[in-house]
């Protein structure tokens, strides 16, 4: 197995790094020709021992430019569903490293579709984000449970809400009103009657509502 190597194009990385206010190191691939690129060692890594999968993870993660860091994610989101909870947990030290809101989502997605997959340890996957020091996890713990419609489990979602109602974080704030969002599509009566009960920020109210005031209009 050789390893995947992108092909720079300096006419994109200084835009693409300025984007991510200039955060990581960029190679400027676009994401069409990064998917394209990657197509073929998706397709292999489906028959990875988890072991190997976990090497070439942190190994790609641990590269300088940021289009290996989404590499890496997007090995580890094909292969999710493959891993045990043991092995799953064996990620949150890589996630914690070379965080912003593009890693940090894109983490996300794997966990939500494992907690999706696997309903009965959704409460063991989201106390390892939970309360936790780091804001950028606590934004996983309030986005964990995205897109999972009627068998959302609002308990859990309340308690990461609540947990970070008054955190100043613009990152925490726009989690929580993307979270309300999606379930507003479900339930816009719980969204409705959680906004107007919980004192919650002007910017988690108002993406929180977003979907609510489209439906009123129509």
């Keep these: 197995m050789s390893q995947l190597s992108f092909v720079p194009n300096p006419s994109q990385a200084v835009s693409m790094a300025k984007y991510m206010k200039n955060q990581f190191t960029f190679l400027g691939v676009p994401k069409p020709i990064r998917a ?5 060692l998706l397709k292999e890594s489906r028959q990875w021992s988890t072991a190997q999968l976990e090497t070439e993870i942190f190994h790609y993660y641990q590269r300088d430019a940021r289009e290996y860091q989404y590499l890496a994610i ?3 989101n094909q292969n ?3 891993l045990n909870l043991a092995e799953l947990k064996n990620y949150l030290p890589l996630i914690a490293t070379k965080e912003w809101w593009d890693s940090i989502d894109a983490w996300r997605k ?11 340890i959704l409460a063991e996957v989201f106390s390892w984000f939970y309360q936790a020091e780091d804001f950028w996890f606590r934004r996983i713990s309030i986005n964990l449970q995205l897109q999972s419609k009627s068998a959302t489990d609002l308990l859990l979602l309340e308690q990461a ?3 970070d ?4 974080e613009f990152f925490i704030q726009k989690a ?4 309300l969002r999606e379930y507003s599509k479900t339930d816009p009566i719980y969204v409705t009657n959680f906004i107007a009960k919980n004192n919650l920020s002007r ?3 108002r993406e929180g509502g977003k979907h609510l005031k489209k439906e009123s209009k129509k």
Excluded: C, H, M
């Design 74 to 76: 997007d090995l580890f």
């Design 161 to 163: 809400i609540l947990f």
């Design 80 to 82: 999710v569903l493959r």
């Design 36 to 40: 394209q690129a990657e197509k073929e």
């Design 165 to 168: 109602r008054k955190t100043a």
């Design 176 to 179: 929580i009103g993307w979270s």
């Design 203 to 205: 910017l988690a109210a």
């Design 110 to 120: 794997g966990f939500n579709d494992y907690v999706k997959a696997n309903p009965e």
